[in-house]
Nanobody, 121 residues
Framework: QLKLVESGGGQVDVGGSLRLSCVMSGYTISGLCMGWFRQVPGKERERVAAIGYDGFTSYTDSVKGRFTISKDNAKNILYLQMNSLKPEDAAMYYC???????????????WGQGTQVTVSS
């Protein structure tokens, strides 16, 4: 059974950094499209970053140049390095997986439970 578990969230000051991790079990991360999404109460879920089956990476405009998505196939872990954090980055962050040969992970069917990121000004 595929399972995704996020960690690494927490409270950070404006301008600070966090690295989120997502451990996948029950399946191999290699060759999958994986993504990071975030959601604030009362707002729609937003796709933040994705890494496609071929390693192609994509980002929402607001995080380009600040966030980096990567994965360690040997450890079966997906990462999101977040630098220069802003108050508007505060949200619950979710890891997600798409088992098809996708590049952008717009509608992944598998989700983790989320990890909270708080940015203090």
């Amino acid at each position: 059974q595929l399972k995704l578990v996020e960690s690494g969230g927490g409270q950070v000051d404006v301008g600070g950094s966090l690295r989120l991790s997502c451990v996948m079990s029950g399946y191999t991360i290699s060759g999958l499209c994986m993504g990071w999404f975030r959601q604030v109460p009362g707002k729609e879920r937003e796709r933040v970053a994705a890494i496609g089956y071929d390693g192609f990476t994509s980002y929402t405009d607001s995080v380009k140049g600040r966030f980096t998505i990567s994965k360690d196939n040997a450890k079966n872990i997906l990462y999101l390095q977040m630098n220069s954090l802003k108050p508007e980055d505060a949200a619950m962050y979710y890891c997600a997986a798409d088992l098809t040969s996708a590049r952008y992970c717009y509608t992944p069917p598998y989700w983790g439970q989320g990890t909270q990121v708080t940015v203090s000004s």
